[in-house]
């Protein structure tokens, strides 16, 4: 099976993880974890340079935003989203009961965000709290961190401001996280699962104000994040050097891919580990390609599943390593054929 619907790393952990879980295996599996996962803090504030006392551990980015939005949003709450962006910000939105506004992003202009136009909107609308999904997942949209900082000027300190950089690693790790730790309003989440190849071990954390964080620290359960996972996360956050060259071997692929899919349709490169194809006027559209490449054990993603906005159009696929990759692209070539 060729799992490219899902966006995990293509690559294993690096090379210190696997001895080290193999090494205390028995012994990982019955010891219980440190209560507030104090040493991974502490490796994070080393690797990120960013003080322990404004990060926050988590079970993957999914539970610390999930915890977040539920401890920030009340049916009152006017929350400003980017569309298309992640589709679970708008899902907790809908559990909350709060008002969503969204500032669509344009298919003629590739889904770019204006970011004057994002923080006027935020100023005139006065939201409580704005997400903005940075490499934008689905979109593929980049938005380098001097631009960020400079519409974060504009935006007034009532207002939180949630970046999400699940994805970021890849990009260079140009990252807001230093700037939320020093600021009053802005948190930074980024997943340690998918840049470190640790997806099944689900670890993340959270940059903020130190009194943001600490606040959210009350509603933490114990014990969250598991002994594997911070044993794991706090050998791949000392092997900076070989997650680099996965890095560049992604972009590599990334290429090659996009490349491979041109007589498909239009390809949009993120900046991350997947390719959005926009497909061809004349093909089934993406949900039939989808069900059509499964059955080929080929799993691609419909990307109008989360992302409204884009309809049936586009497909969005994970980087893999050579070989699976040119199955995507022979499964594309006989879900495109006619039904015999």
């Known amino acids: 099976m060729v799992n490219a619907d899902v966006l995990d790393a293509w690559f294993p952990p690096a090379p210190s993880v696997m001895p080290a879980l193999e090494s205390a295996g028995e012994w990982m599996c019955r010891t219980s974890p440190p209560t507030h996962a104090e040493g991974l803090l502490d490796a994070i504030s080393e690797a990120r340079r960013i003080p322990v006392e404004s990060i926050l551990a988590g ?3 999914s539970s610390l935003i999930f915890s977040a939005l539920r401890s920030w949003l009340h049916r009152d709450s006017r929350v400003l989203l980017i569309e298309p962006t992640y589709g679970e910000y708008e ?3 809908g ?9 669509l992003l344009r298919e003629d202009q590739c889904f770019r965000l204006d970011l004057d136009e994002w923080s006027d909107r935020i100023r005139r609308e006065r939201v409580d709290l704005a997400v903005l999904v940075n490499p934008n997942n689905p979109a593929g949209g980049f938005l380098a961190r001097t631009d960020v900082e400079r519409a974060l000027d504009r935006i007034p300190p009532t207002t939180r401001v949630l970046i999400d950089e699940a994805y ?7 990252s807001c996280e230093m700037l939320a730790a020093k600021s009053r309003n802005v948190f930074v989440v980024k997943s340690l699962s998918k840049g470190l190849a640790l997806s099944g071990l689900r670890t993340a954390y959270m940059t903020g104000p130190s009194a943001g964080t600490n606040e959210l620290a009350k509603w933490s359960p114990p014990w969250a994040v598991s002994l594997p996972a911070q044993i794991a996360s706090t050998r791949a956050l000392g092997e900076p050097d070989y997650y680099a060259g ?5 972009k590599a692929l990334r290429q090659q891919l996009a490349t491979a899919l041109g007589p498909f349709g239009t390809v949009t490169e993120s900046v991350a580990n ?14 039939a390609v ?3 490449a499964r059955q080929q054990g080929v799993h691609l993603r419909n990307a109008g599943r989360t992302a409204a906005s884009m309809g049936d159009a586009y497909v969005r696929i994970a980087v893999k390593p050579l070989l699976e990759q040119e199955r995507i692209v022979k499964a594309l070539q006989n879900a495109e054929m006619p039904e015999p």
């Open 95 to 103: 559990i909350v009961g709060c008002r969503v506004e969204k500032l």
């Open 290 to 292: 989808v069900q059509r």
């Open 168 to 174: 970021i690693d890849y990009a260079g790790g140009d």
């Open 59 to 61: 079970a993957g980015s």
């Open 274 to 287: 997947w390719v959005l194809l926009r497909l061809s006027a004349d093909s089934k559209g993406a949900e």
């Open 91 to 93: 899902h907790i939105c």
């Open 246 to 250: 996965r890095y560049r071997e992604t």
